[in-house]
T-cell receptor, first 114, second 118 residues
């Protein structure tokens, strides 16, 4: 069965520090991978996605993620965190083209200290 | 980007009553919408897939008679929680899929509806 694991429930970093959020997936076929951010009172916003091709994916707000098939990982990174990045981050795997479903990880809450 | 709205943003109801939540795609047509449920500090769990003009497809363990889904138009899907009970209290989120050139099979999420059943 497909699953997504985000090992870190809560991460705290200082503003300006680098960030890496971990994501591991389990899926039998080629995965479609996503990172979403959820701010309080707002819907999930897509940061980036990987379907195929270059394994290093650039997203919005300065985020990037690297797909590593050998490690079944899709970690999210940002070189310098801003206070406005504080939010909940979700990794998800899509089961396309068989279905339209997205399977989400449990999320990582990012707290940023000034 | 594509915008999805939900109404209401929060609702409090008495046990035994029914509550309807609307999900609208504001600037695109969505043949498929999805309904998720999110418990505090937990992930989003897909409840059902709603296709315009046809019956919704429910995930295993989701009571279709309790969570009624209607997708009568290309821009509106509704979720009705019937005979709500306190255990139905949760955060309900919808998403709409845009197959257009801009959308690239991406799901766009609404802001969610907080349901509290007393």
């Amino acid at each position: 069965a497909q699953s997504v694991t985000q090992p870190d429930i809560h991460i705290t970093v200082s503003e300006g520090a680098s960030l890496e959020l971990r994501c591991n997936y389990s899926y039998g076929a080629t995965p479609y991978l996503f990172w979403y951010v959820q701010s309080p009172g707002q819907g999930l916003q897509l940061l980036l996605k990987y379907f195929s091709g270059d394994t290093l994916v650039q997203g919005i707000k300065g985020f990037e993620a690297e797909f590593k098939r050998s490690q079944s990982s899709f970690n999210l990174r940002k070189p310098s965190v801003h206070w406005s990045d504080a939010a909940e981050y979700f990794c998800a795997v899509g089961t396309f083209p068989n279905t339209d479903k997205l399977i989400f990880g449990t999320g990582t809450r990012l707290q940023v200290f000034p | 980007g594509a915008v999805v709205s939900q109404h209401p943003s929060w609702v409090i109801c008495k046990s035994g009553t029914s509550v309807k939540i609307e999900c609208r795609s504001l600037d695109f047509q969505a043949t498929t919408m999805f309904w998720y449920r999110q418990f505090p500090k937990q992930s989003l769990m897909l409840m059902a897939t709603s296709n315009e003009g046809s019956k919704a497809t429910y995930e295993q363990g989701v009571e279709k008679d309790k969570f009624l889904i209607n997708h009568a138009s290309l821009t509106l899907s509704t979720l009705t929680v019937t005979s709500a009970h306190p255990e139905d209290s949760s955060f309900y989120i919808c998403s709409a899929r845009d197959f257009g050139p801009r959308g690239d099979n991406e799901q766009f999420f609404g802001p969610g509806t907080r349901l509290t059943v007393l």
